[in-house]
């Protein structure tokens, strides 16, 4: 069993719509979770950060950690064209190592 | 925006050529990580280093080798191409000072061809 699950999709929505994308994990030990955003041919690029349980907002964007489900979300509001990539969920420990486990990415198209 | 660069962008090369891909960072971080991600697929970590003279390999078996000499630079090195290490090569770093939020950064990519 992978320590994050994501589902690749892909997901295809119209322009406007309310985006939600999630990720599970297994391992309790993780603090920091982070979502990158992936453009075709690029390097992933940070998007939003959280540390520990909570809601975090940027703009269209919020982030939720649910510590206790395992569960984190990426809501995109008032979704664009421009928002159209491949969505990476990514968590670490606090403590050793700190090396970053990814979620294997949704791809998302936003349709005018 | 991150500092960091690799290059070439893209290369395509014959089976048994030896190829190095350079990565450098300018934000003065100790940490570096090189993962390699096929397409529709998650990133897997390959190498990682916290520190010069320090390397460690990742999750995931590579022939691959890095090297470490400056803070700044973090180059792998395949000394001979197979078809079966055609993929993406993807650098990161991230700080490891106080109050340092474990971000990794990463730069464009190069996109590996072996023929």
């Known amino acids: 069993q992978k320590e994050v699950e994501q589902d690749p999709g892909p997901l295809s929505v119209p322009e406007g719509a309310i985006v939600s994308l999630n990720c599970t994990y297994s391992?309790?030990?993780?603090?920091?979770f982070m979502w990158y955003r992936q453009y075709s041919r690029k390097g992933p690029e940070l998007l939003m950060y959280t540390y520990s349980s909570g809601n975090k907002e940027d703009g269209r964007f919020t982030a939720q950690v649910d510590k206790s489900s395992k569960y984190i979300s990426l809501f995109i509001r008032d979704s664009q064209p421009s928002d159209s990539a491949t969505y990476l969920c990514?968590?670490?420990?606090?403590?050793?190592?700190?090396?970053?486990?990814f979620g294997q990415g949704t791809r998302l198209t936003i349709n005018p | 925006e991150a500092d960091i660069y690799q290059t070439p962008r893209y290369l395509v090369i014959g089976t048994g050529k030896k190829i190095t891909l350079e990565c450098s960072q300018t934000m003065g971080h100790d940490k570096m990580y090189w993962y390699q991600q096929d397409p529709g697929m998650e990133l897997h970590l390959i190498h990682y280093s916290y520190g010069v003279n320090s390397t460690e390999k990742g999750d995931l078996s590579s022939e691959s080798t890095v090297s470490r000499i400056r803070t700044e630079h973090f180059p792998l090195t395949l000394e001979s191409a197979r078809p079966s290490h055609t993929s993406q090569y993807l650098c990161?770093?991230?700080?490891?000072?106080?109050?340092?939020?474990?971000?990794?950064?990463f730069g464009a990519g190069t996109r590996l061809s072996v023929l």
């Open positions: 990514a968590m670490s420990r606090i403590q050793g190592a700190q090396k970053l486990v």
């Open positions: 990161a770093s991230s700080d490891s000072g106080p109050g340092a939020k474990n971000i990794q950064y």
């Open positions: 391992n309790s030990a993780f603090q920091y």
